[in-house]
T-cell receptor
Framework: EAQVTQNPRYLITVTGKKLTVTCSQN?????MSWYRQDPGLGLRQIYY???????DKGDVPEGYKVSRKEKRNFPLILESPSPNQTSLYFC?????????????FGPGTRLTVL | GENVEQHPSTLSVQEGDSAVIKCTYS??????FPWYKQELGKGPQLIID?????GEKKDQRIAVTLNKTAKHFSLHITETQPEDSAVYFC????????FGAGTRLFVKA
């Protein structure tokens, strides 16, 4: 089944404790992206990757890191989480970034930073 | 910066009525306009999309219209059903994809 998977689905942590949210897709997509969803703000892009070893900042990259060592995986890293990073996070992938390419979203990771 | 405004933020309709959600974008380079439906506890899923060379597209009970001159596009759902209840996001894609803030649709049986 073609899908985007994320782990963990739920995470409660404390300020400053490094964490990683994994994302994997099995559709051989070149483009992958991370979004955060907050009430009233919709989906805001954190980082994106056009292909392996190619990553770039989205609209809200502060406090996050990513890597793209393999085509299928795109982990999101919070080196020192803070309470304002409490949010619902989605990973997405598509064939390419160019217009007309549907984005496939993972099921989401709900993160709470105390 | 570029943005997409979406209205209304909440919409409540009676089963069988129509629902309309409107979006306005600012980036003139946008040429692809997808609509996503997000059900509770799930990620957004594409339900319909339209490209800039088309003014209207229909898929069963769902239709999307685009006015490039005014930078407006809209989602129309006819004969609404309780399973249409969800959050709907519009988006505009040019160099990047920008999402609207979402509309929570309630369909009352």
């Amino acid at each position: 089944e073609a899908q985007v998977t994320q782990n963990p689905r739920y995470l409660i942590t404390v300020t400053g404790k490094k964490l990683t949210v994994t994302c994997s897709q099995n559709m051989n997509h070149e483009y992958m992206s991370w979004y955060r969803q907050d009430p009233g703000l919709g989906l805001r892009q954190i980082y994106y990757s056009m292909n392996v070893e190619v990553t770039d900042k989205g609209d809200v990259p502060e406090g996050y890191k990513v890597s793209r060592k393999e085509k299928r995986n795109f982990p999101l890293i919070l080196e020192s989480p803070s309470p304002n990073q409490t949010s619902l996070y989605f990973c997405a992938s598509s064939l390419a970034q160019s217009a007309g390419n549907e984005q496939f979203f993972g099921p989401g990771t709900r993160l709470t930073v105390l | 910066g570029e943005n997409v405004e979406q209205h209304p933020s909440t919409l409540s309709v009676q089963e069988g009525d129509s629902a309309v959600i409107k979006c306005t974008y600012s980036d003139s380079a946008s040429n692809y306009f997808p609509w996503y439906k997000q059900e509770l506890g799930k990620g957004p899923q594409l339900i319909i999309d339209i490209r800039s060379n088309v003014g209207e597209k229909k898929d069963q009970r769902i239709a999307v219209t685009l006015n490039k001159t005014a930078k407006h596009f809209s989602l129309h759902i006819t004969e609404t059903q309780p399973e249409d209840s969800a959050v709907y996001f519009c988006a505009a894609t040019g160099f990047k994809t920008i999402f609207g803030a979402g509309t929570r649709l309630f369909v009352k049986a």
